[in-house]
C-alpha cells in the first residue's frame, strides 16, 4: 500500500520513511492512505516549486513528519469519531497515561475497551497508534486551554 499503491508506482520513500509511516498508522489502512497522500502531495509541491528534483525525489522521515499536522486536521472526522466515543473515564486515564501514571484498579473496564478498540496495548500503559496519541495530546491540551 505505501510502496506501490498502484502498477508502476515510482520508488519514492526511502526505507527509513516507510518505517515511520508504519510505526505511526500502525499499518491501519486509512491512516497509511492519509499519511501516504499527504507525504506525495509535499513531494509534488516541491517539485512544483522547483525545491526538489522529479528524477530523484524520495520521501524522507523529515518529510513523513512535516506532514503529521496536516494528517491530524485533514483526518479529524476519523479522530473527532475515536475521541467522542471515549468516556470521561476514558479520557482521564488516557491524560493520566500521557502523564507517565500507570493504570489504577478502578481503570480496569476502560483499559479493556481501550485495547478491544486498538488504543492501547494490553498493558494498558502504552499507545498503539502513535497518531492517535498525538491526537489525543492535542485534544486534552486544547481542553485545557
Known sequence: MIEKPVKDFPKIYAPDAVDAII???RC?????QLMCY??????????????????????TVHDVE???????ERGDQYFRELWT?????DRNL?????QGETPRTQDKASVRKLVR???????????QVPLVQKY???QLEEETC
Open 66 to 72: 512535516t506532514v503529521i499536522p496536516t494528517v491530524l
Open 85 to 89: 466515543g471515549f468516556t470521561e473515564g
Open 136 to 138: 489525543v495530546e492535542q
Open 38 to 59: 499527504e507525504v506525495v502531495e509535499l513531494l509534488n509541491r516541491g517539485i512544483r516549486q522547483n525545491q526538489r528534483d522529479a528524477a530523484t525525489i524520495k520521501a
Open 28 to 32: 491501519q489502512p486509512y491512516l497509511v
Open 23 to 25: 510505526r505511526l498508522t
Open 94 to 98: 488516557l491524560q493520566r497515561l500521557l
Open 117 to 127: 478498540k486498538e488504543i492501547l496495548y494490553n498493558e494498558g500503559v502504552e499507545f
